[in-house]
C-alpha cells in the first residue's frame, strides 16, 4: 500500500497525520481512504500532555471526516511505538493539588472536575491552576473513549514497547498489530508506586479477561508479540519491516464497509453505565495514590534515572522491571 499521501491538520504539532494516496474501495461502489498518524512529540518519544490533547482534537475532527474510512496510529519512527507516559508530569500534576487525597475525595475532585471539563473553555482555564492535572485526566479519558465511537476503525501499528501509558493507549484503538523482536506490552504502573490511570484496568480486563487483567496489572507482567497474540491482547503479529503494511491492510479491510455500521458496532461495545463507573473508580485510584509522598517520591526517581529526550528510562531498560 502506497505511504505517499498529503499532509493532514498540520495544526496538530504532537501527530503527524498523512493521508495516504490509495483509495480503498468501498462495498457500495465507492472509495475511501486512510489515515496514517504518526506520534511526534515534540518532547522526545514519550506520551505527554501534549499529546493527548492532540489526540483530543484528532478525535473530534475524525467525528465529521466523512472521507477517512480508517486511521492508523504509530509511532515516530521504526521500532518505537509511544513507549510509555512521561512520569514527571503525573508528579507535578500531583504536586499541584498540594494534599494527598483519601479515595472517596479524589473521586468527588474527579468526578467535579470532569463534569465542568466538558466544556472546553473550562477545561483550557483550568488545566494551569492546581487541578490541572486532574483536568488533563479527564481530557484523557474523554480522548481515549471517543476512539470508541468513531465510524472510523482505529489501528494501532506497536513497534516496539507498549507499557502503561502506551498499553492504554493502544488498548484505545479497536484492533492492535505488533512487531516481533524486543519490545513488550503492559500495564507496569505498580512499579512506580501508582496504579493504571487511563482506562487501562478497564481496557485489560475486556481484552484478556478480569483474572488474567488483575494479575497482568498486580505483577506488572509484560508480552512480548506472539504472547500478547496468544493472550488476545493484540490481533496481529508481523515482522517490523511489514507491520505498516499489515496495519494498513487491516484498517483498509474494515474501512470498505459501512461507516454507520461500523460506528453503531463500536458504541454497541463501547461505554455504557459499568464503563463510567468503572473508569470513576480506577481515576479515584488513580489520583488518591498518585497524590501521596510515597507514589511522588517514587515518581521523581523514575524522572531521575531517565533521559530527558525519554529513549532511555527504567521501564524502557528493564531496570525496574525485574
Known sequence: MLLDGETLWPDLTALRCTLLAEPVPTDDAGTTRLLLVRIESPRGELLDTAVFADVDELGRRLATSTGIGGVVVTGPRPGVFVPHFRLVEIADGAEAIGVALPWAAARAAYASVAAVTRFPPVSRALLPGPVGGLAELARTHRALDRLGTLPQVIVAAIDG?????????ALACDLRVMSRGEGRIGLVEVTAAIPPGAGGTQRLSRAVGPVRAR???LRATTLDADEAHAAGLVDEVASSDDLLDVALGLAAEVARRSPEAIGAAKRAVSGGRAWREGIAR???GFVSTASGSRAIARLRRFDEESSTDGRST?????????
Open 161 to 169: 514497547d507498549a507499557l502503561a501509558g502506551g498499553c492504554e493507549l
Open 215 to 217: 494479575s497482568m496489572i
Open 282 to 284: 480506577e481515576a479515584a
Open 314 to 322: 527504567p521501564w524502557r531498560d528493564r531496570t525496574w522491571l525485574r
